[in-house]
T-cell receptor, first 116, second 113 residues
Framework: GQQVMQIPQYQHVQEGEDFTTYCNSS?????IQWYKQRPGGHPVFLIQ?????EVKKQKRLTFQFGEAKKNSSLHITATQTTDVGTYFC????????????????FGKGTLLTVNP | NAGVTQTPKFQVLKTGQSMTLQCAQD?????MSWYRQDPGMGLRLIHY???????DQGEVPNGYNVSRSTTEDFPLRLLSAAPSQTSVYFC????????????FGQGTRLTVV
């Protein structure tokens, strides 16, 4: 079945440094979503990318969707302590029943810690 | 709007006990799902539902049952709890199967002793 792989698993940076996490799928994705989970919290939706080669920005966060729609990245410029958390990518995969039955599959996430 | 509500927030079970984790959403979402989160394993899908009366298995369904009799509720049943089911459980809902934002509940931290 489809697998969504994410690297690195952990990243520790000094405040002000940049950070990037990468997501790779074994199959072509119709779209990819990114979520952030603060320590002790629940995942919160950040953004969805749909088009091949799409780039979206949210303040210091830049999201990219690969041309082949099999990979994606999240880049944070000049990290702050508020960026601490685990970042997940997620993509839809066809369910076992086939047809229009899909499920949302998550990568294992990248835990970002920031040293002030 | 309460969003996605999970109860309880914390639970301790003895091995062999059964229990039901509750999940309710008030956004009229068709798609609901259950994930478990373990250190280093990310979010693994247990079961999901694409509408009332329709459920399907995810990656790790063994030991869990679900049913979806209403659009609002999607309970997760542990049939006979095992220590390997110690985890944090998240319920999520979205308007459609995987093309729209998923809203997560606050989570249930379950410990099986």
């Amino acid at each position: 079945g489809q697998q969504v792989m994410q690297i690195p698993q952990y990243q520790h940076v000094q405040e002000g440094e940049d950070f990037t996490t990468y997501c790779n799928s074994s199959t072509t994705l119709s779209n990819i979503q990114w979520y952030k989970q603060r320590p002790g919290g629940h995942p919160v939706f950040l953004i969805q990318l749909v088009k091949s080669g799409e780039v979206k920005k949210q303040k210091r966060l830049t999201f990219q969707f690969g041309e082949a729609k099999k990979n994606s990245s999240l880049h944070i410029t000049a990290t702050q302590t508020t960026d601490v958390g685990t970042y997940f990518c997620a993509g839809p995969a066809r369910g076992s029943s086939g047809g229009s039955n899909y499920k949302l599959t998550f990568g294992k996430g990248t835990l970002l810690t920031v040293n002030p | 709007n309460a969003g996605v509500t999970q109860t309880p927030k914390f639970q301790v079970l003895k091995t062999g006990q059964s229990m039901t984790l509750q999940c309710a959403q008030d956004m009229n979402h068709e798609y609901m799902s259950w994930y478990r989160q373990d250190p280093g394993m990310g979010l693994r899908l247990i079961h999901y539902s694409v509408g009332a009366g329709i459920t399907d298995q995810g990656e790790v369904p063994n030991g869990y049952n679900v049913s979806r009799s209403t659009t609002e509720d999607f309970p997760l049943r542990l049939l006979s709890a095992a220590p390997s089911q110690t985890s944090v459980y998240f319920c999520a809902s979205s308007y459609s199967w995987g093309g729209t934002e998923a809203f997560f509940g606050q989570g249930t931290r379950l410990t099986v002793v």
